[in-house]
């Protein structure tokens, strides 16, 4: 308790020691103030016969120049920090070591990914060289065996021809008209027809139109028979019927 009351009574003193200062300060400013007023001096006007307005002197004092307290900013000094060594200096010969066989490893690395894209590409362009030439030379065996196919058809359909136009021929001299042997009528006679897998006749279209008795008997004979030897069957691959055309010679012994 003694400590709170001992430390009230120090804080009032201070405050009233602030008071008496400042009303001190105020005092001594307004007295300063007052003898800055202008002083006029008072001349008896009755003494002087000739008055001029130079005897009337106006007395000023003037005011004390106001001294500026001239602030000086003090500008900080940046310093500018030299750049710091390179690590390079700092680095023990040990980490230098391990620097450079990273390097080493790296520059391997890449050597050997370089080899491997351009063995890959040769690789490749040698996939597609390999690749042309067995669509060439399939090409090739294709169209060769289109061509020993055509020409293998060529070849049964001129073998069947000679067969069943041998066969027509005989049975037509045999059968020789009557009245083309009077007229003594003889030609060749060429019959299209259409023929079957199995050598059915399934139409019959005269090619020659004279002389018309050897022409009819030529009809007449090809629908009695009817059917004729079967035909290679390789005749047959585009199409289910063939067609030929037959001469038949009708000679007169």
Known sequence: MNDQFFYKKFLI?????????LSFLYVFYKKKEENEIVKYTVVDLASFKNFTNEEIKQVTKKPPPVKRKIVEKKLKTVEIKKPAESTDKKLLPKQKKVIAGIEKIQKVKTEVNEKIIEEAKTNVNEAKKQKDTITKSIDFKKSQLKKDNELLVNQSMALYLRKISNEINKIANNVYPKKAIRRKLQGKIITRIKIGKDGEVVDIKPVTNKPKILVEATKKLL??????????????????????????????K
């Open 13 to 21: 003193a201070i405050a009233l020691s602030i008071f008496f200062h």
């Open 223 to 252: 629908e009695k028979m009817g059917r004729l030897s079967t035909p290679p069957q390789i005749l047959f691959q585009k199409n289910r019927t063939i067609t030929l055309e037959i001469p038949v010679n009708y000679l007169l």
